[in-house]
Every structure is written in C-alpha cells, then in structure tokens.
C-alpha cells in the first residue's frame, strides 16, 4: 500500500510524558502537512513541510510541540510534557505540490489520550 | 482567518433525493477547491475537486459548481445514499485549512 502511514496508531500517556509520532508520506510527495482533530471539529492545521523545510506553523503549536521532516521523507511530531488538552486525533497528510491542485491525501490518524 | 467557510454545519436529506453542500470564499487566488469527505474515527478522504477555470466538475455521483461572481461553490449529490453520511469540507488548494464542516445525514 503507498499511502500515507502513520504510527502508532493509538497512544495513551500520563500528563507530563512526551510521546512522538511518526508519518511516512505518500512515496515521492514533496509537501507533508501534520492537523490535529478533536470530537466536532474539521482537522485544524499545525504546521507543513515543503521537502525537509517547516514553511509554516500555526499560532496554536505551542513551543511543546516540534516537527520535523530531517530527509525530506517521514516526519515525526513530539510533544513535550503533555497536557489533557493534547487528547485528540492528530493527522498526516501528503501532496505533490503543483500536481492535481495540491490534492492532499490523509492517514487514518494517531489518537492520543492524556491521563 | 477562515478563506473557505461552510455555513451550515448540518443538512439531512431522504435518501434518493439530492444533497446540496455549500461553500463560500473570500480569497480569488485559489486555483482549486477540494471536497472531502470523512468518517468518524478516520481521516478524510478526498472526494473530488474543480479547476478555478471552470464552473463545474462532475464525477459519478457527485457534482461541484463553481460560481466566480458569487465566490460560491457547491457539491451536489444524486442520488443520495445512507452511505454519503458524513461530515464533507471544502478547501482552497493554495491555503488547505479546514472549517468545521457539513454534517450530512442521509435518512432510509
């Protein structure tokens, strides 16, 4: 299968703990976009990459959270000393920009909860 | 600030009968609106989309109209199944930022 993977799946931590997730995009898509999801909401967006450059970050990515795309491949999104306001769905998406209108394509998403 | 907005957060609708899913835009520079369609629990899928340069776009069941002067577009779906029950979102390509959505609920 060559669509977008994230893992894991389901992640359940203790407030305070850190916990990272890992997203491997679409083969050859150049452009990585990372949401977060909770009950009722559209996805909001946290930040996007074009190749291994962060180009934009939202105002709602607090300093505990960070991403990175190193290779301009998978990425991974830590978050530091986590809260309970943290519990929700956070999604990875992948695009070929320029190509399609920049069609972005989702993983099933990694639930975290926060306890 | 919002560019793409969705002012009904929920339609229901027969099944059988059409589905009309609005959208509104501010921003004239998009080259493209996406549709998506998602499922709880899943992320969203890609549904179908339109070329700033035309005023429609169809693809088997689902239809999206595209009015420039209004800055409004519309995803319309005949017929309607229980299986299109979802929440549905439209985006402009160039600023890919969510609202809240449509929820439609599509009654056997």
């Known amino acids: 299968d060559t669509g977008v993977s994230q893992n894991p799946r389901h992640k359940i931590t203790k407030r305070g703990q850190n916990v990272t997730f890992r997203c491997d995009p679409i083969?050859?898509?150049?452009?990585l976009y990372w949401y977060r999801q909770t009950l009722g909401q559209g996805p909001e967006f946290l930040t996007y990459?074009?190749?291994?450059?962060?180009?934009?970050k939202s105002r709602l990515l607090s300093d505990r959270f960070s991403a990175e795309r190193p290779k301009g491949s998978f990425s991974t999104l830590e978050i530091q000393r986590t809260e309970q306001g943290d519990s929700a769905m956070y999604l990875c998406a992948s695009s070929l920009a320029g190509y399609s209108g920049n069609t972005i394509y989702f993983g099933e998403g990694s639930w975290l909860t926060v306890v | 600030d919002q560019q793409v907005k969705q002012n009904s957060p929920s339609l229901s609708v027969q099944e059988g009968r059409i589905s009309i899913l609005n959208c509104d835009y501010t921003n004239s520079m998009f080259d493209y609106f996406l549709w998506y369609k998602k499922y709880p629990a899943e992320g969203p899928t890609f549904l179908i989309s339109i070329s700033s340069i035309k005023d429609k776009n169809e693809d088997g069941r689902f239809t999206v109209f595209l009015n420039k002067s209004a800055k409004h577009l519309s995803l319309h779906i005949v017929p309607s199944q229980p299986g299109d029950s979802a929440v549905y979102f439209c985006?402009?390509?160039?600023?890919?930022?969510f609202g809240a959505g449509t929820r439609l609920t599509v009654k056997p």
């Open positions: 990459f074009q190749n291994e450059a962060q180009l934009e």
């Open positions: 083969s050859e898509h150049n452009r």
């Open positions: 985006v402009g390509n160039n600023d890919m930022r």
